[in-house]
């Protein structure tokens, strides 16, 4: 989560904020790709699947407009990782040239630049899955157009930077109900002992 909230700061500085983008470190580029197009070109419709570890490596993604939910929905995209699975085992075994499949020889060439020892083997345990987020950022942004200046002002005064304020999207997606697993609540996702040190919070008022 540290890290997504790194790349979204990113990906959405230059939105909410009038001031310069942050600069890309070279050794994060990948990273910050993967996430702009997370919350920038996907909605809730596609799921992208990836290596978990190398976030430039995108094996595919799965368009659900159509309407598959519940079982169905669960079932495609099982699908289309098991076999996601079974192309890079069988890479992990050293097949004969000129056997592979053509979707191995596409995954094959996503891994040309890992130089990591059995990376095939390695990877077929990493295979992760991430539903895009645009549409649910715009919903946010829209929410946020009559606050989010004077958030921005409040940090300002306070001596922080103002691109700061962009994980209120990342945390809550600018939903004031919105509440963890873990119990962390409202816009920016307080847990409860930080939010009792700080803001009013009893039995009968919650200030998170």
């Known amino acids: 989560m540290k890290k997504t909230c790194l790349f979204f700061l990113f990906l959405i500085s230059s939105s909410v904020s009038a001031g310069e983008p942050f600069a890309v470190p070279p050794s994060l580029a990948d990273e910050v790709r993967f996430w702009k197009t997370v919350f920038g070109t996907y909605d809730h419709s596609q799921v992208i699947v990836h290596d978990s570890k190398h976030l430039g490596v995108v094996y595919e993604v799965i368009d659900l407009s159509s309407g598959e939910k519940g079982k169905a929905k669960t079932e495609r995209i099982q699908e289309a990782t098991e076999k996601i699975v079974r192309s890079l085992q069988r890479l992990a075994s050293g097949p004969k040239p000129g056997t592979l ?72 997606m600018f939903n004031p109900q919105a509440v963890s697993e873990v119990g962390a609540s409202g816009f920016w996702q307080f847990m409860p002992d930080t939010g009792q040190g700080y803001l009013s919070m009893n039995a009968f008022w919650d200030d998170r």
Do not use: N, Y
Not at 118 to 135: C, L
Not at 145 to 155: K, L, S, T, V, Y
């Open 101 to 172: 499949s053509s979707e191995e020889q596409s995954i094959q060439r996503l891994f040309e630049e890992v130089s990591e020892p059995d990376k095939f083997q390695e990877a077929a345990k990493r295979v992760r899955i991430q539903t895009g987020q645009r549409d649910h950022l715009m919903r946010a942004i829209s929410k946020s157009r009559d606050w989010i200046g004077d958030i921005e002002a409040i940090f300002e005064k306070q001596g922080l930077p103002r691109e700061l304020t962009a994980l209120v999207f990342i945390e809550s």
